[in-house]
């Protein structure tokens, strides 16, 4: 498995790994857990852009840390700009955490964008902590860059954490792994000796075969998403009172609908996400997700990861669910 992850990022990522510097955890979760429980001491910091995706707080909170959260604008394609992060390093930052593509927003860094952001990085000996579990979902001929390969100084500050469960759809074989300074993973493996050990070796062989075996169906897959992504936007965008920019990567489209707030069904107001949410499950049986726990109270996520008919059916609901509030 470690061998099968060396090559894919050698070959994907023009990174070059040993085996003592990779580990492979039960899932991405799980290596983030870890990853924040090994370097994080009580009272150290760590920068977050939002919207985030929801467990990275909690993480760090678990590992002893304080998230400190960076409002990202929607107008700049929810990315955290240069001077947004430098203004956020205090004395007691240890890392960032980058999503690239994110998790909910699809919002992806250009290469360019990701070198300065790794510049700030050094120049205050702060941790890079990269998600890049999203990295081959991405659309309009973007490409998703791993901030590692921006220089060998920046790969030595960076932890890439990567797994089977988008990529190849195989979220329930519960693959995860990261690839960091051996001090780090060798301090994430002696913490996950003393809980799961490893992960279950058929789906270690099984993501072996994904990650080393053909990749033609990545591209049929992206292909389909792409156009699901765009039925997705424009219909939401034709709903008066909801919004939607076109996500980069990922699978999620991150609407805006705080253009809803202050309107009612049977005297029950809508005064935020879970308000919505609640309201459309409901009514219109639609399940979305409040963009609450996200980190931005103003947004709704949904997934185009469905079929296309799912789609079509499901925005047509929540089209006339909209129309019933007054």
């Known amino acids: 498995m470690k061998d099968a992850i060396i090559g894919k990022f050698s070959r994907d990522n023009s990174l070059d790994y040993s085996r003592d510097e990779i580990i492979v955890s ?3 979760k799980h290596s983030i857990f870890n990853l924040f429980q090994a370097i994080l001491d009580p009272g150290d910091e760590v920068i977050i852009p939002a919207p985030y995706w929801v467990s990275y707080p909690v993480m760090a909170a678990l590992g002893g840390g304080i998230p400190k959260v960076v409002h990202t604008d929607e107008a700049a394609g929810f990315r955290m700009g240069p001077e947004a992060f430098k203004a956020a390093i205090g004395p007691n930052t240890k890392a960032v955490v980058i999503n690239s593509p994110s998790n909910p927003t699809g919002a992806a860094y250009t ?20 998600d890049e579990i999203y990295e081959k979902l991405t659309y309009g001929g973007f490409r998703a860059t791993s901030i590692a390969s921006v220089s060998d100084e920046v790969r030595k500050r960076t932890i890439v954490l990567n797994g089977v469960s988008k990529t190849y759809s195989m979220t329930g074989w519960r693959i995860g792994y990261a690839a960091g300074p051996k001090e780090i993973i060798k301090a994430m493996t002696n913490i996950q000796s003393q809980s799961t050990s490893n992960p279950t070796s058929i789906s270690q062989w099984a993501a072996v075969e994904a990650i080393s075996g053909p990749q033609d169906a990545i591209t049929r897959m992206v292909a389909e998403f792409g156009k699901r992504r765009d039925a997705m936007v424009d219909g939401l965008n034709a709903i008066d009172g909801i919004s939607a920019i076109r996500p980069q990567g990922a699978f999620y489209v991150f609407a805006n609908v705080s253009g809803l ?12 996400s879970v308000a919505l949410a609640t309201y459309l499950i409901d009514e219109s049986g639609i399940a979305v997700v409040p963009g609450e726990p996200f980190g931005d109270d103003r947004f709704i996520r949904l997934s185009y990861a469905t079929s296309m008919d799912n789609i079509v059916k499901g ?8 129309g019933e509030l007054r």
């Open 261 to 272: 707030f202050g309107r009612a069904y049977k005297g029950k107001k809508i005064d935020g």
């Open 111 to 130: 290469e360019k964008e990701l070198q300065k952001l790794a510049e700030i990085a050094l120049q205050n000996g702060l941790l890079i902590i990269s």
């Open 26 to 28: 039960c899932g991405g």
């Open 315 to 322: 925005i047509k609901r929540i089209g006339e669910a909209v």
